[in-house]
């Protein structure tokens, strides 16, 4: 499985957009792009995944860049609730997820 | 509501004693997981399995055991091989239908007396 770069940290105002980049520049044809993200001492949630074109749902937006090597999760109106550890995860889908690896992820802390 | 149970939420365990997390879910996924993960790191694979009656080493399995015998059921044994067991783990389940996304239980912390 690819592997990704996060940002450590950021910082988001209450009410604002949360834009979390993710880069993977070594994604294969048939790897998708998962988003989990973790609140402190709980298990991590999925979010959302894509291939290739953007994808929406009730929590968030995954933008991927056309060449797929960079994808951005936007939580559009960020709560307090959403500070958490968001991980960005490279995987082929539809099948087991075997040896995903969850990295150090971006932290965000949602501001009032 | 269906989900993946883990239990006990905190444990503690002596010096050269064995212990065993649980990890039950009633969501019929063919693979679960076991990760380790350490104060501010991200999750490391101890073990998965992908069907009953079989499972794979991950990155991190010096020290630990599982078994699945049962679908529903994947218990991770830590053993007094493990010299640093002091960390939160985390079981998950996932199928190879609809996203294949993984779900996760609330995690067990095991602490050393």
């Known amino acids: 499985d690819a592997k990704t770069t996060q940002p450590p940290s950021m910082d988001c105002a209450e009410g604002r957009a949360a834009n979390l980049p993710c880069n993977h520049s070594?994604?294969?044809?048939?790897?998708?792009v998962y988003w989990y993200r973790q609140i402190h001492s709980q298990g991590p949630q999925y979010i959302i995944h894509?291939?290739?074109n953007n994808e929406t749902n009730e929590m968030a937006s995954l933008i991927i860049t056309e060449d797929r090597k960079s994808s951005t999760l936007i939580l559009p109106h960020a709560t307090l609730r959403d500070t958490a550890v968001y991980y960005c995860?490279?995987?082929?889908?539809?099948?087991?997820?075997?040896?995903?690896?969850f990295g150090d992820g971006t932290t965000l802390t949602v501001k009032p | 509501d269906g989900g993946i149970t883990q239990s006990p939420k905190y444990l503690f365990r002596k010096e050269g004693q064995n212990v065993t997390l649980s990890c039950e879910q009633n969501?019929?996924?063919?693979?679960m997981y076991w990760y380790r993960q350490d104060p501010g790191q991200g999750l490391r694979l101890i073990y998965y399995?992908?069907?009953?009656?079989?499972?794979q080493k991950g990155d991190i399995a010096e020290g630990y055991s599982v078994s699945r015998e049962k679908k529903e059921s994947f218990p991770l044994t830590v053993t007094s091989a493990q010299k640093n067991p002091t960390a939160f783990y985390l079981c998950?389940?996932?199928?190879?239908?609809?996203?294949?996304?993984?779900?996760f239980g609330d995690g067990t912390r095991l602490s050393i007396l």
């Open positions: 969501l019929n996924h063919d693979a």
């Open positions: 070594t994604i294969s044809g048939n790897e998708y």
């Open positions: 995860i490279v995987r082929v889908a539809f099948v087991n997820a075997g040896k995903s690896t």
């Open positions: 998950a389940s996932s199928n190879t239908g609809g996203s294949g996304h993984q779900h």
């Open positions: 894509g291939l290739k």
């Open positions: 399995s992908q069907i009953v009656n079989d499972f």
